[in-house]
């Protein structure tokens, strides 16, 4: 049985529809599938029929940004009631944020004469939340840099010319949230972040001091060494373990559910009943 608690869609800066991306998940056999948008829950609504008819179950999910110490940290909530008061609020203020930091990256990016970035990112997301995801492609489809990722190493990424830091809420702020919302706290993908071992220890520290719950173990681009290395960092910090592929659109190396066959290993699945 496949889980994938990691995932995004249109409604931010995924490139399937959430209909197109729970179809695809079936087909890769997924069983238990949370979309998890940046800072919007926006694409579950699309999403539950064709669930059901997919016979997929589907988790209500979200990624928030948070900062912490100068560092981006995501932190993904999984299972909790979408319509929850302190929930829209705090999404309706982070996707404010997001909106602001666009127009900041389409100024800087202006001055190394890349012209109307923000307005082509912009109209990238469609009705969805505008992203550097969607500012990678806009570079890749100029010829500017040949691979997204490269994107965000010359320009977007911590540190670049296009770089902007953004006023996300807190890690205590984005747990207690989802927690009051009725839902389940994972640390997003911890070997992304280029921590040293010291600062993703101080990090898990911090995570589970402010009440945190899991953090993904599992992911579908990972060696044996690495899932290792966050199987014990989960242990060791007392933390329930999650599993996503991070899927953004159809590519080689990511695919929904890849890998991501349930362990043996006390999971969300379990804490949640959902096997
Ligand atoms: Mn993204
Ligand atoms: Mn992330
Ligand atoms: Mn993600």
């Known amino acids: 049985m496949k889980i994938d608690l990691h995932c995004h869609t249109t ?10 991306l729970v179809k695809r998940a079936a087909l890769q056999q997924v069983a238990i599938l949370a979309i998890t948008d940046h800072d919007t829950t926006a694409g579950l609504l699309e999403a539950q029929p064709v669930a059901e008819q997919e016979g997929v179950r589907l988790i209500e999910g979200v990624e928030i940004s948070t900062r912490w110490h100068g560092f981006e940290i995501h932190i ?9 008061p ?15 930091r666009a127009i900041a990256i389409g100024e800087k990016l202006a001055k190394r004469r890349i012209e109307g ?13 505008v992203g550097r995801g969607h ?16 994107a965000f190493d010359k320009y977007l990424g911590k540190g670049q010319s296009a770089y902007v830091a953004t006023q996300w809420c807190s890690i205590e702020e984005a747990i207690s949230v989802i927690h009051q919302a ?14 040293s071992n010291k600062w993703l220890r101080k990090l898990l520290g911090e995570f589970k001091a402010a009440g945190g719950m899991a953090m993904e173990a599992l992911g579908c681009q990972q060696s044996p ?7 014990s960092l989960a242990e060791e910090h007392e933390l ?36």
């Open 11 to 20: 409604a931010s800066d995924g490139t399937l529809s959430p209909s197109e």
């Open 76 to 84: 993904v909530g999984l299972g909790f009631d979408v319509t929850h």
């Open 86 to 100: 302190a929930m829209t609020a705090l999404l309706t203020q982070q996707q404010a944020s997001r909106e602001s």
């Open 117 to 129: 970035a923000y307005e082509a990112a912009r109209t990238k997301a469609g009705d969805g939340i």
């Open 135 to 150: 500012f990678a492609r806009v570079l890749v489809e100029r010829g500017i840099v040949r691979q997204p990722q490269a």
């Open 182 to 195: 009725g839902g389940v706290s994972v640390l997003a993908h911890p070997g992304k972040y280029s921590l």
């Open 225 to 231: 060494d690495q899932r290792r290395f966050l199987l």
């Open 240 to 275: 329930l373990i999650s599993a996503g592929s991070d899927f953004h659109q159809p590519g080689r190396w990511i695919e929904l559910g890849r890998g991501l066959q349930r362990p043996e290993q006390p999971g969300v699945w379990h804490h949640l009943g959902w096997v």
